[in-house]
């Protein structure tokens, strides 16, 4: 008997290696994988290599990588030599329903079904599409989408005594919201929105191509909106920081003419919204499908096919997980009670002052 198991042993571990070996012959691939992630509990999508203590989305990635025979090891420990790239390095727990990444796979047979097994249930890749040698989905993606999925009595104003659960957004509040976002449409000098930035840094300089706030809804009780952002690219916190400053406006701790300011020169102080709630949602390739997606060769970077399976993620892991973890660790309530702190008035305070002594 126990040469029987000996031998069934030895056998799968040989089934193992020819399959090793078969992988090893085939051509390596350009491609790309459409991911959706949970990002709670994950200090953000990108890899620190050698800093094992906080863990990314993308350690678990390329652990599954390298374990379904995709990838050899060394390229799981020098993603150079994959020409791994990330579309949008998303920050601590923040999710995606949309991300893409780009890099050189070997084309194994059930390649996703086998990627997914090695992945926890709340990381999956949902789609993979052959793409050009040259790709890299960092670089050729023209523009952005986001979500941001907020408790609506974030919007309440601070001298009413609102009950979370109870608090219902009107009409007039939402219409308010949304002329603020539509402030933000445009090129702008988001150097207020992001760490170190000055004021003359070019890259500071960011095109929004929409940013409104849908009709609100009920789960478990409690109201909640989805903010939609698309922009060409966004620096470290800008979309936290730019929701942050419409609510501290909202809520009245500080003027409209705040908006204007941190558009120009002066530093001025910008909240920052939780990370709970933002979810990179769509990555867009408008030039890349026109000049490839009908070659015949490749296909464009769509994924209307996809698109079923994204919002049953989104039903399944996403939401919930921002909901539940509002209502536990409250983290909107806790951060709407930092507002105050903030020193919306004193750049511009001190610009008068400053004016005066001049004269």
Known sequence: EENGHQNKRLKSDADEEDAEDQNKKLPKRKIVLLMAYSGKGYHGMQRNVGSSQF????????????????????????MKKMSFQRCARTDKGVSAAGQIVSLKVRLID???????????????????????????????????????????????????????ELYRLDRETLERVNNLLACYRGTHNFHNFTSQKGPRDPSAKRYIMEMYCGEPFVRENMEFAVIKVK?????????????????????????????????????????????????????????????????????????????EKIAVFKEQYIYPTIINTEREEKSMANWLNTLPIHDFNSSAVEMQTNNKNSK
């Open 55 to 78: 863990k990314t989305i993308e350690d678990d990635l390329v652990s599954a990588l390298v374990q379904s025979g995709c990838i050899p090891e060394n390229h799981g420990e020098d």
């Open 110 to 164: 059930d390649i996703l079904e086998k990627i997914n097994c090695h992945l926890p249930s709340h990381i999956r890749i949902l789609g993979l599409k052959r793409v050009t040698g040259g790709f890299n989905s960092k670089n050729k993606c023209d523009a952005r989408t986001y979500s941001y999925m907020l408790p609506t009595f974030a919007f309440a104003h601070k001298d009413h005594d609102v009950q979370e």
């Open 231 to 307: 922009g060409q690219s966004f620096m470290m916190h800008q979309i936290r920081k730019m929701i942050g400053l419409v609510i501290a406006i909202v809520k009245g701790y500080a003027a409209e003419s705040i908006m204007e300011r941190s558009w120009g020169e002066e530093k001025v102080d910008v909240p920052k919204a939780p990370g709970l709630g933002l979810v990179l949602e769509k990555v867009h390739f408008e030039k890349y499908n026109r000049r490839f997606g009908n070659d015949g060769l490749h296909e464009p970077l769509e994924w209307t096919e996809e698109e």
